[in-house]
C-alpha cells in the first residue's frame, strides 16, 4: 500500500511540474528559455567602464577555456579547461525554484574564482548519479578531477547568496 501511495504521489509531482511548464511556457509575462548563453561576446562596442552592469557569460571560443566568475551551460571541455571552484547547477527550466536560482545568480557579479556550470536536470542522468542528485536546484562543488566536494540543495532557499552561504563560505 505504501510503495502505491509513493508511486501515485511520484506521478501527481511529474504531472504538476509538467503542466507548471506547459503554462509557464505559454505565458508571454514569463520569458522563454534564456539564450545569452548563445549571444556574442563582442564587447567592442560596449563602453569602457561596466562596472555597474554584472559581467556577461564569457568563453574563448578557440580553445572552449571559460573565465573565471562565469555562469555557462555545463560542456565536459569547459570543465576540464576551467582552474578555480567549479560549481555544477543541475538547473530544469520547468522548475520555478531553478528559473528564480537562474536569475539571481546573472544579476550577481561572481566571485572571479567560481565558475557555475548549467546542467540540464532532465537530460544528465548519468552526472546526477555520479553525484548522487535527487532534486533539481542542487548544486554540487567539484576539483579538478571531477569528484565532488560538497552538494547543497537551495530548492527552499533559490538564491547565490544561499548558495554562497551553504556552499561556497569555508
Known amino acids: ?6 508511486i501515485l504521489l ?7 511540474a509538467a503542466l507548471v511548464y506547459v503554462l509557464n511556457s505559454s505565458d508571454p509575462a514569463v520569458p522563454a528559455v534564456d539564450q545569452s548563453a548563445n549571444q556574442s ?11 555597474t552592469q554584472p559581467p556577461e557569460t564569457k568563453v574563448d571560443a578557440d580553445d572552449m577555456q571559460v573565465v573565471k566568475g562565469s555562469y555557462v551551460d555545463y560542456s565536459t571541455d569547459k570543465v576540464a579547461s576551467t582552474t578555480g571552484t567549479k560549481v555544477l547547477f543541475f538547473h530544469a527550466p520547468w522548475c520555478p525554484q531553478c528559473r528564480a536560482l537562474e536569475n539571481d545568480i546573472k544579476a550577481v557579479q561572481l566571485p572571479d574564482n ?11 542522468q548519468t552526472l546526477r548519479q555520479k553525484y ?3 532534486i533539481q536546484t542542487t548544486l554540487v562543488t ?3 578531477n571531477g569528484d565532488l566536494i560538497k552538494k547543497y540543495v537551495a530548492y527552499d532557499e533559490p538564491t547565490f547568496a544561499s548558495v554562497k552561504t551553504n556552499l561556497l563560505d569555508k
Request: aromatic share 4%; charged share 20%.
Open 1 to 6: 500500500m505504501k510503495i502505491k501511495l509513493a
Open 10 to 16: 511520484v506521478v501527481v509531482a511529474v504531472v504538476g
Open 41 to 51: 561576446t563582442d564587447t567592442s562596442s560596449k563602453p569602457a567602464d561596466s562596472t
Open 114 to 124: 567560481v565558475t557555475i556550470f548549467k546542467v540540464d536536470y532532465d537530460t544528465n
Open 132 to 134: 548522487g542528485v535527487t
Open 142 to 144: 567539484i576539483d579538478g
